[in-house]
């Protein structure tokens, strides 16, 4: 029989055992917490030693004579011959040498350089590997499953490679966590726990409206929340291949989405006003940058040529097309694959190659019209000729009410032939949605803030009208100018304005046919590996290919966004 003495002692052994056991696990897991470090992505980069850049303050026009050099010595060593680069190589070592330059050492130099800057951009530190970490850094999604991202590269800055050059190998941690992790929203800062291994390898990105394979250096694995994230900074990293437009347009990209962010955490007016005034130059210096239809622009003005109210009606038609464009295709092909299937879409190929098929069947009939006015203004011969608008001004938006048919005027026929289609093109054009309109539209739909997000990519369309509607009015402009000067030189204004419209209907259709073959040909981006991106980058960095070399100035390496 148990006595009251030994069933207490035993119930008193039983709550000791338990109290020793969360003890222990409470020191355990203080212990674990204090054994993970807070890693920075500055701590990413391996230690090396300061090196000598001769290259960073050397006259433009030294660069240029070495560069000749370089590009005359590969091109011989691939058994290549370019008489006149030979000759102009030669000349550059005169110049060089007169001024007493060791050309041998600076090429040695440049070599070093490449090898530091390959090591900078894809080395590792041994410091922290395969033991367990603290860092922060901002979840790009590779892998989403029901509502959770389950597989994702954690970079130092938010939108780092959306149409910007991404960061260096070692600034990417590639992170799988098979239960997944949940957000609260796309972009969001988050600090994880887990192992950091060193495991290089290519992971194929979807973000906004493409595709594209990034290089990594990292892995982390067992990976886990771990905590609250602080200030994110981005180390004074190179971005792999970027030119100056690229750069700028990553510093921008940095601070359009950081009032993106602000207007999340404050959704207040201060923090929307500044937003707008961000997105509107966004718009306007992206829209003057590569694409957008700006030679579509500018080839069928100077065919059809008209008044500055086409010009400012072009941007203004564009930049409407543009809001709903990015609405429609963030509502109803990104969110709704995403919701039906748990994953991105492929691609916007099939929108791109759309617009394109519209500018191509637009140009087609703007060929075809002015092909067929050539061909009445032989038929009549000299008729046309005879008629010389003589009394009032022959504009391409004028009502055609001066009495005068227009089958005895071929002048007439190929304007009439010109104006029509300005409508479609601004359709074509404004289709292609920009990647700030689709990243904003993005981070309102994940965050709540549909409402501001409109707003922003309106403002964003209203910097792409001014843009469009100056580059339109400038090229009307231009063709009145040429008109005039043609026109005083003893050309006539019939064929002026036929030869203008075959010209500027051409263009538009070459390039509509361009952009649709190249998109058609390469679904996806297959940007170069991070080697090439750091031999990109060198000083006069030179490739050498089977007919034509391709320069890299120097300075194409730039910090990350701060």
Known sequence: MRTPLKHDRRGLSAAAFVAMTVLCLLVLTAVRAEAAPLVTWADLKPSSEPYDDPFKTMPAARKADLRKILLAQMRATAGQSDAALDVAAKQARQ???????DIAALLAQRQRIIERRQEAATGVTAKYLDDEILIDGYALPLTVGTGRVVEFLLVPWVAACIHTPPPAPNQIVHVSVPDGLQVSGLFEPVRLRGRLEYQPAAHELFLVDGTEN?????????????????????????????????????????????????????????????????????????????????????????????????????????????????????????????????????????????????????????????????????????????????????????????????????????????????????????????????????????????????????????????AMSGIGIAAILGRRWLERRMISGGTGQVRFELGAGLVGAASVFVIGLGLFTMTLASPSSTPATAGDRVAESTPFATYVGSSTGYEAQLGAYGPAPQ
């Not at 359009?256 to 959704?267: G, L, N, V, Y």
Request: with cysteine.
């Open 95 to 101: 110049r060089l040498e007169a001024d007493g330059v």
């Open 214 to 466: 990034i290089k990594v250096s990292y892995a982390l694995t067992n990976a886990e929340r771990g905590g609250t994230p602080g200030t994110i900074t981005a180390p004074d990293t190179p971005l792999l291949g970027a030119s100056s437009y690229e750069r700028l347009m990553a510093r921008v990209a940095y601070i359009f989405t950081s009032a993106m962010s602000a207007i999340r955490d404050d959704r207040s007016f201060t923090a929307i006003a500044p937003a707008i005034l961000i997105a509107f130059a966004y718009g306007l210096f992206h829209t003057l940058g590569p694409g957008h239809g700006k030679a579509v622009v500018v080839s069928y003005f100077v065919g059809a040529g008209g008044s500055l109210g086409r010009g400012l009606l072009m941007g203004v038609r564009i930049a409407v097309v543009h809001v709903l464009s990015a609405i429609v295709v963030v509502f109803l092909l990104d969110f709704a694959v995403r919701q039906a299937t748990g994953a991105a879409p492929s691609d916007y190929r099939l929108i791109r190659l759309g617009s394109y098929a519209v500018i191509i069947a637009i140009g087609s009939f703007m060929l075809w019209r002015a092909i067929r006015a050539v061909l009445d203004h032989r038929r009549a011969g000299n008729a046309a000729e005879h008629h010389t608008h003589a009394g009032h001004e022959h504009s391409h938006d004028h009502s055609h009410d001066h009495g005068h048919a227009h089958s005895s005027c071929a002048a007439c026929n190929a304007a009439q032939a010109r104006t029509s289609g300005g409508g479609w093109l601004a359709v074509a054009v404004g289709a292609i949605p920009c990647t700030g309109a689709l990243l904003v539209m993005l981070f309102g739909l994940a965050n709540d803030l549909i409402g501001p997000a409109i707003v922003m990519v309106a403002a964003i369309s209203a910097g792409m009208a001014l």
